[in-house]
């Protein structure tokens, strides 16, 4: 029996329709990746299904009990905000629910926590819902995928990636189908054009005309009646292209490429070198003194847990700190998440131009891979949602007058789809980029070279961050480290019991796990 049932449920915000739902259900031992667009209605789903929002029509049916980790979107810093994404989902597993909803769990959470949690999903006895946009996530947490777009939803058995290979299927499919439509349509026209051209040539006695031809019925009408025929043919020929059933061009993302700041005294040379360079505040040392380099054209991720000075990196190369040295043929576009480089009263449009020395075709292009079509473009800022504006000020760094792109955390808020067409876009990008994030696909597909923070060392890897694990995880496991996460996993479960039900016998325990992981640092 369906432990959430589902039948002819609508939902409209003001005079939009969200989604119409005829039916669906969620089965036990159901794993379900919850996808679609920015706006789409997801998390208005999700809440729909808690009960915490009602639907406009129809009934759901709930024959287990739901927890839910929500979305937490407080301007915090990275490390509280790892923190507080922690504790959420520590008390949302601790309620045992028969179903747990999770609108996306990952944000702000470093590689190493997002791994951990999907150890705890997996390990969950109960069916999930989660909503998230990190591919790998998905993939290893789900068995099913709902796609919500167009106002309903689809489901598709596996996880994100066989969705993924479905979807290719498809897209493929579709493009197969518009391509012979459109060949037939081009065959149709020129035969028409052809009988038009017959037609016109047929109204005019030809000079060649034999005797015989002549003496039919003479020239004049027998050739006025052949142009009626030829024209009725062509007309006949209109009809036949009237009703080709039409097949919309299916959409692809496509290389682009761009104009690049003094790429030939750029190009493989030296831009950004580091001697004897370390971070530290007070006592803590962020990561010892260490050299390096960066050449131009490299595209480099930076990696290390939420607090290990990843942002702190970039923004000690970006003001030349004692110990870096940048080359003047650089010139740095830089995002961060308070999108402070957009004007609220301009459109869309005019802050991507602003200072941009690319073709306005070539900027409406990239604009529409990030889903900015058509008339999108002359919305002005503030209309705009949070994952809106964030592709926006991408867009503006990506055809702006720069050859290093220096980028923190720019997937977050983004949908599946914007994030894919990102990743295009840097792959197609001549220029530097200095990237970091927590979105493992993502590092992937873009950066060819790593820059890892851990133990307080900053360390460089050549390849991506696929090859960097399989490196490591071929090399013999650390049992200190295993215990010291054990560890720390340990004192933020009870932290968090701690907060709701505090005991002296809690309070004994968390002391003991201090103790425990002070001997294992020492």
Known sequence: MAWIEINQLTYSIKDRNLFSIEHLKVEPGDKIGLVGKNGSGK???????????????????????????????ETIDTKSGGEVTANAIINSLNEKAGILFADEPTTHLDVEHVEWLEKEIIAYKGAHIII????????????????????????FTGNYSAYEEIKQKEHKRQQNAYDSY??????LQEAKEKKEQQADRATKKPSNVSGSEARIAGSVPYFQKKAKKLHKTASSIDKRIDQLEAVDRPEAIEPVKMKLTNAKGFINKKIIRANDFGIRFGQKILFKPTSFYIKGGEKVAIVGANGSGKTTLLKHILAESEGITISPAMKVGYFAQDLSVLKEDQTILQNVQEGSKQSETLIRIVLAQLLFKKDDVYKPIHVLSGGERVKVALAKLLVGDFNTLVLDEPTNFLDTQAIEALESLLREYEGSLLVVSHDRRFMNKVANRLMIIE?????????????????????????????????????????????????????????ELLKAKKQLMN
């Not at 307080?456 to 995880?473: A, C, V």
């Open 132 to 155: 998230s946009h990190d591919r790998d996530f998905l993939d290893h947490t789900c068995n099913k995928v709902w796609e919500l777009s167009n106002e309903e939803i689809k489901e």
């Open 43 to 73: 998390t208005t789903l999700l809440n729909i299904l808690k009960g915490t929002i009602q639907p406009d029509t129809g009934t759901i049916k709930r024959l287990q009990t739901i927890t839910m980790i929500p979305q937490l979107k």
């Open 455 to 511: 133990e307080n060392q900053l360390k460089t890897f050549e390849g991506r961050y696929e090859d960097y694990k399989n490196t490591t995880s071929r090399q013999s496991p650390d049992k200190q480290e295993e215990e010291l996460m054990r560890l720390e996993n340990e004192i933020v479960k009870v932290l968090s019991q701690l907060s709701i039900e505090p005991s002296a016998e809690l309070e004994q325990t968390f002391q």
């Open 182 to 187: 459109r060949k037939k349509e081009k065959q």
